[in-house]
């Protein structure tokens, strides 16, 4: 009993100070609003810095799956496990958990112009062949669009993803966009691959 209680005080321990270290590290970061015609205001910050990405950022509504269910669809489940850099500060307590099989979709976000890239966290498993499967579906009137991305997932621990492009099909500057996770590995594991903190950035066209 002492042995799993000094266990539980250590792990509280080391949440609470990686929550401190976030809150530390993103307040020295700057906040700034960024506005495309036709979607709403973002508030953009530089979140991933520490990372070596020095460009603006916002998050997809729940992309840091906090929340249970909202704007989200398909067979998938939560981990209370966060993305260690903890870079989002609105969520900073779970995950997405994908085993073999499952899939998750975000709902429709509108997006402008420029805004043409997303990067986000996925946690391997350690297991050769495990498979990230990412969907990108963009909407608008010219149609719709979906573009597929496979990312290997047999390293184990969290990294950061490679940078996903938004392909740019509207003739009026605002599209819809929704993002798919899917862990494709093509056997019985169970080993899950999680996923956290979907970040679209608006910047990068225009940083060159």
């Given at each position: 009993?002492?042995?799993?209680?000094?266990?539980?005080?250590?792990?509280?321990?080391?949440?609470?100070?990686?929550?401190?270290?976030?809150?530390?590290?993103?307040?020295?970061?700057?906040?700034?609003?960024?506005?495309?015609?036709?979607?709403?205001?973002?508030?953009?910050?530089?979140?991933?810095?520490?990372?070596?990405d020095?460009?603006?950022?916002?998050?997809?509504?729940?992309?840091?799956?906090?929340?249970?269910?909202?704007?989200?669809?398909?067979?998938?489940?939560?981990?209370?496990?966060?993305?260690?850099?903890?870079?989002?500060?609105?969520?900073?307590?779970?995950s997405?958990?994908?085993?073999?099989?499952?899939?998750?979709?975000?709902?429709?976000?509108?997006?402008?112009?420029?805004?043409?890239?997303?990067?986000?966290?996925?946690?391997?498993?350690g297991?050769?062949?495990?498979?990230?499967?990412v969907?990108?579906?963009?909407?608008?009137?010219?149609?719709?669009?979906?573009?597929?991305?496979?990312?290997?997932?047999?390293?184990?621990g969290?990294?950061?993803?490679?940078?996903?492009?938004?392909?740019?099909?509207?003739?009026?500057?605002?599209?819809?966009?929704?993002?798919?996770?899917?862990?494709?590995?093509?056997?019985?594991?169970?080993r899950?691959?999680?996923?956290?903190?979907?970040?679209?950035?608006?910047?990068?066209?225009?940083?060159?």
């Amino acid at each position: 009993m002492r042995r799993f209680t000094a266990m539980l005080i250590a792990s509280v321990a080391a949440v609470t100070a990686g929550l401190a270290g976030a809150s530390t590290a993103q307040a020295a970061g700057t906040d700034s609003t960024h506005a495309v015609s036709g979607c709403p205001v973002r508030t953009t910050s530089p979140m991933l810095s520490r990372l070596g990405d020095s460009n603006e950022y916002f998050p997809v509504p729940n992309g840091g799956f906090a929340l249970w269910g909202a704007g989200r669809n398909g067979i998938y489940s939560l981990a209370l496990e966060n993305e260690p850099w903890y870079v989002n500060r609105a969520a900073l307590t779970g995950s997405l958990r994908l085993w073999p099989g499952d899939s998750t979709r975000t709902a429709e976000l509108c997006v402008g112009e420029g805004e043409d890239s997303f990067r986000f966290f996925y946690k391997g498993t350690g297991q050769v062949g495990s498979r990230l499967l990412v969907r990108t579906t963009v909407r608008s009137e010219t149609g719709t669009y979906t573009y597929g991305t496979t990312l290997d997932a047999s390293r184990a621990g969290w990294q950061l993803s490679p940078v996903v492009p938004v392909p740019n099909h509207a003739t009026d500057t605002v599209q819809q966009l929704s993002i798919a996770f899917v862990n494709t590995t093509p056997f019985d594991s169970v080993r899950t691959i999680l996923v956290d903190d979907v970040l679209i950035d608006p910047w990068r066209s225009r940083n060159g």
